[in-house]
């Protein structure tokens, strides 16, 4: 896992958590399995960029892409 999906994963962490919503919750919300979520979160895996819609939109964020670097 490279520096930019750490702090990705960091960042919905750190939302989740504010919004006091479990992982267990999150799975739910999206329909995908908790284990899932603590895979995610703890680096074991890495989510493509629908997964991470879908993790966000529940917690009231979207995913934008700011800039592209060569």
Known sequence: MNSNEED????LIS???EQGISQRQLAEMIGIKQPAIARLESGRAAPNI???KKLLAP????LTISQIDK
């Not at 990705?8 to 960042?11: A, D, G, N, S």
């Open 15 to 17: 939302i989740r958590e």
């Open 59 to 62: 917690l009231g964020y979207t």
């Open 8 to 11: 990705i994963i960091k960042t």
């Open 50 to 52: 629908n997964t991470l």
